[in-house]
């Protein structure tokens, strides 16, 4: 599928399996509270939250945060996450 039929389809990469992000989140949070590797903790629980049906808990295997994060040792992925949780 090209980038070009999902539009026209409103299928694909533009309208299926995304959530919302507030503008807010994004200005303020990113950078400012959080350094990019928490951030993306956050954003990653919240697309496996709210973003899947409004869920209240998700079970994220390390390896999801792994897999958006980049690193390939879980004992990186265990600092961004302790900072996403130290944040608040």
Known sequence: MTIDKGREEGEGLFHTNWHKCPNSMIDYIAGIELKPGAFIVVLTVIRYT???????????????????????????????????VRSG
């Open 50 to 84: 709210e973003g899947m049906g409004g869920k209240k808990s998700a079970a994220i295997p390390t390896e999801t945060f792994m897999r958006v994060l980049g690193p390939n040792r879980p004992n990186t992925v265990y600092e961004h996450v302790k900072q996403a």
